[in-house]
């Protein structure tokens, strides 16, 4: 079963999402397979619990590869519960992102280039993970939202509609011919 995708204007998405603290349950899992299965509907990389309805920090990061980040990880869907960033890379860069949450916008926005991040998982056990270039602006972006925050947010150098991105995509500052953006 697939959820409602929250969309720009709704409360829930400018609320800072609460810890998971109980892990395992069924309720949890129910709500990790229905935002897998609304991801993969959407095509996306990337999804945050708010995102669907739900105050919870959980994340799903889900990168590819794609032709302007060739050395993205091939990842299967990575499931995160209450993340948080240990240390960003002064070294940031210039990306387009869109968002599931704010349909037919694209923004060029400047991330931290490496990240490294502390997370639980589905069944509450800490992991550790460090991420350079498009994954780690994915999981900036959907970390944002545990925060209250999309993209509009950080102050977009650039933003356009998704046809005028479509139809400039070749000239763009910054970009690229992805295809896959983090929702
Ligand atoms: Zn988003």
């Known amino acids: 079963m697939t959820l409602r995708l929250r969309q720009l204007g709704d409360p829930i998405l400018t609320q800072v999402a609460e810890p998971v603290t109980e892990f395992g349950t069924p309720a949890l899992q129910n709500l990790i397979e229905e935002m897998l299965a ?89 992991q550790r993970v460090t991420w350079q270039d498009f994954p780690a602006r994915v999981f900036q972006h959907e970390y944002d939202h545990l925060l209250g925050r999309l993209f509009l947010d950080r102050q977009p150098q650039q933003l356009l509609t998704e046809a005028e991105y479509q139809a400039q995509i070749h000239s763009l500052a910054g970009g690229t011919e992805e295809q896959q953006l983090p929702p």
Do not use: F, H
């Not at 619990?49 to 990575?78: C, F």
């Open 38 to 126: 609304t991801l993969k509907e959407a095509q996306g990389v990337g999804l945050a619990a708010p995102q669907v309805g739900s105050p919870l920090q959980v994340i799903i990061v889900a990168s590819r590869p794609n032709p302007r980040y060739p050395d993205a990880p091939q990842m299967e869907p990575l499931v995160m519960l209450n993340p948080r960033p240990l240390a960003l890379s002064d070294e940031q860069v210039l990306g387009w992102e869109g968002c599931l949450s704010v349909p037919n916008c694209r923004g060029l926005v400047a991330r931290a280039r490496e990240v490294e991040v502390e997370y639980y998982t589905p069944e509450g056990v800490r």
